[in-house]
Protein backbone atom coordinates (compact mmCIF):
# COMPACT_ATOMS: atom_id res chain seq x y z
CA UNK A 1 0.00 0.00 0.00
CA UNK A 2 1.46 3.34 -0.96
CA UNK A 3 0.23 5.92 1.33
CA UNK A 4 -0.64 9.60 0.91
CA UNK A 5 1.60 12.18 2.36
CA UNK A 6 0.70 15.18 4.33
CA UNK A 7 2.98 18.01 5.35
CA UNK A 8 1.84 19.85 8.72
CA UNK A 9 2.08 23.44 7.70
CA UNK A 10 5.37 23.78 10.28
CA UNK A 11 6.74 21.39 8.49
CA UNK A 12 6.51 23.17 5.27
CA UNK A 13 7.96 26.26 6.74
CA UNK A 14 10.69 23.85 8.18
CA UNK A 15 11.56 23.02 4.33
CA UNK A 16 11.21 26.67 3.33
CA UNK A 17 13.67 27.66 5.34
CA UNK A 18 16.03 25.17 4.94
CA UNK A 19 15.87 25.83 1.19
CA UNK A 20 16.46 29.33 2.20
CA UNK A 21 19.36 28.90 4.03
CA UNK A 22 20.76 26.77 1.62
CA UNK A 23 19.83 29.17 -1.14
CA UNK A 24 21.95 32.14 0.20
CA UNK A 25 24.85 30.37 1.52
CA UNK A 26 25.65 27.50 -1.12
CA UNK A 27 23.43 28.84 -4.35
CA UNK A 28 20.88 27.76 -6.64
CA UNK A 29 22.20 24.13 -7.26
CA UNK A 30 22.53 23.38 -3.89
CA UNK A 31 19.13 24.57 -2.82
CA UNK A 32 17.52 22.71 -5.76
CA UNK A 33 19.88 19.27 -4.60
CA UNK A 34 18.09 19.70 -1.44
CA UNK A 35 14.43 19.61 -2.83
CA UNK A 36 15.21 17.11 -5.02
CA UNK A 37 16.54 14.84 -2.03
CA UNK A 38 13.48 15.85 0.01
CA UNK A 39 11.23 14.85 -2.91
CA UNK A 40 12.89 11.31 -3.11
CA UNK A 41 13.20 10.64 0.33
CA UNK A 42 9.42 11.41 0.72
CA UNK A 43 8.23 9.26 -2.31
CA UNK A 44 10.38 6.86 -0.82
CA UNK A 45 8.78 6.53 2.39
CA UNK A 46 5.26 6.92 0.92
CA UNK A 47 5.87 3.15 -0.35
CA UNK A 48 8.12 1.95 2.37
CA UNK A 49 7.38 3.91 5.48
CA UNK A 50 9.41 1.77 7.61
CA UNK A 51 12.63 2.82 6.69
CA UNK A 52 12.76 5.88 9.77
CA UNK A 53 13.89 4.47 13.02
CA UNK A 54 11.62 5.08 16.06
CA UNK A 55 12.64 8.04 17.83
CA UNK A 56 12.97 7.07 21.34
CA UNK A 57 9.52 7.71 23.61
CA UNK A 58 8.07 10.78 20.98
CA UNK A 59 4.76 10.06 20.16
CA UNK A 60 2.12 12.60 18.18
CA UNK A 61 -1.26 12.60 18.77
CA UNK A 62 -0.71 8.89 19.50
CA UNK A 63 1.51 7.79 16.92
CA UNK A 64 5.17 6.67 17.21
CA UNK A 65 7.17 9.49 15.44
CA UNK A 66 10.21 8.29 13.31
CA UNK A 67 12.81 9.63 11.76
CA UNK A 68 14.93 9.14 8.56
CA UNK A 69 18.29 10.98 8.11
CA UNK A 70 18.79 12.79 4.31
CA UNK A 71 22.90 14.12 5.98
CA UNK A 72 22.51 17.61 7.48
CA UNK A 73 18.32 17.48 7.48
CA UNK A 74 16.52 14.41 8.86
CA UNK A 75 12.45 14.30 8.18
CA UNK A 76 10.41 13.69 10.93
CA UNK A 77 7.12 11.70 10.04
CA UNK A 78 4.79 9.02 11.65
CA UNK A 79 2.40 7.02 9.79
CA UNK A 80 -1.37 7.66 10.67
CA UNK A 81 -3.07 5.31 8.74
CA UNK A 82 -2.80 5.60 5.20
CA UNK A 83 -1.39 8.58 5.55
CA UNK A 84 2.17 9.38 5.47
CA UNK A 85 2.46 12.62 8.30
CA UNK A 86 5.41 14.86 8.06
CA UNK A 87 5.50 16.77 11.09
CA UNK A 88 9.07 18.45 11.08
CA UNK A 89 12.12 18.64 9.04
CA UNK A 90 14.94 19.29 11.46
CA UNK A 91 18.56 20.77 11.00
CA UNK A 92 21.05 17.87 12.46
CA UNK A 93 23.09 20.47 13.54
CA UNK A 94 21.30 21.69 16.39
CA UNK A 95 20.54 20.37 19.80
CA UNK A 96 18.37 17.08 19.38
CA UNK A 97 17.23 17.23 23.15
CA UNK A 98 14.71 19.91 21.69
CA UNK A 99 13.16 17.75 19.06
CA UNK A 100 10.64 16.78 21.47
CA UNK A 101 9.24 20.19 22.68
CA UNK A 102 9.38 21.17 19.11
CA UNK A 103 7.12 17.93 17.94
CA UNK A 104 4.60 18.28 20.84
CA UNK A 105 4.04 22.07 20.15
CA UNK A 106 2.86 21.02 16.60
Given at each position: ?12 E???A ?7 E ?21 H??N ?56
Amino acid sequence: MVLKDEWLPEAREDLNAELEYVLSEFGVHAAENVYRKVVEYIDNLRHFPNLGKFWGDIVYKGNEVRILSLRQTSLIYCICGKRLLIIALWNNRRDDRNIKTMIQSR
